[in-house]
């Protein structure tokens, strides 16, 4: 059912893409985002060092030197390259990236993101969040709405640390896609069988709603 839910999210996400739009997917649900795009024309990129991110290889055809970001098996697309990683955080500090497909931890009602680092335990560091996100033209979470503990990942104030004072311009869950414009939230559209007042009791933060 979770696998479902995170489908639902990325198919979701995929209406929001340009055609011809460069793309970065960051780690966890926005790295199905390739296996769902149908005869859209993106150009995905991975931070580790690609452009051009094919779908997900069947078994026998894994190769575990071509992985994305999440560490996952993926493929090349026609015309797709290979550089350093340095390359690869040139394009995203360098604004060259149009859109970023984040997971988070939290994300605070006026759009701030936390996607990291948990407050007491053991982190690896930011990786390339703190650069997208402050790189990307334009941020998009992907995120259940709520954790494995059953709290709210959109919530009034983030607890845990910040990727950055950049906000998000747009998160979707398996519920709902909200929009922040001037540090406010806004319900955009419910996407299952939720009530708006019981989408209100899920959601730790408040938002508008037409």
């Known amino acids: 059912m979770t696998q ?25 649900i926005p790295t199905l985002i390739p296996d769902y795009l149908g005869d859209k024309k993106l150009y995905l990129q991975s931070e580790n060092g690609l452009l051009g991110i094919g ?4 078994e026998e055809e894994i190769n575990m030197e071509l992985i994305s970001a999440s560490k996952k098996p993926i493929t ?15 394009m995203i500090r360098g604004g060259h990236i149009n859109v970023a497909v984040l997971g988070a931890l939290q994300v605070d009602e006026t759009g701030e993101i936390a996607n990291w680092a948990v407050p007491g335990a053991t982190i690896l560091g930011v990786g390339g969040a703190m650069d997208l996100v402050a790189g990307a033209q334009r941020i998009i979470i992907a995120t259940l709405h709520n954790a494995k503990n059953g709290e709210p990942k959109i919530v009034e104030k983030l607890t845990f640390p910040s990727s950055g004072v950049r906000k998000a311009d747009m998160i979707v869950t398996e519920h709902a896609v909200f929009k922040f414009k001037d540090n406010k939230m806004e319900l955009v559209e419910i996407l299952s069988d939720v009530t708006l007042e019981e989408l209100k009791e899920l959601t730790g933060a408040k938002f508008s709603h037409s």
């Open 76 to 90: 090349m697309d026609l015309g797709a390259s290979l550089f350093d990683s340095s390359d690869s955080f040139a």
């Open 55 to 58: 779908p997900t290889p069947p």
């Open 4 to 28: 479902e839910k995170r489908i639902k999210i990325s198919k979701r996400i995929i209406e929001e893409f340009k055609e011809g739009e460069t793309v970065n997917l960051g780690v966890g």
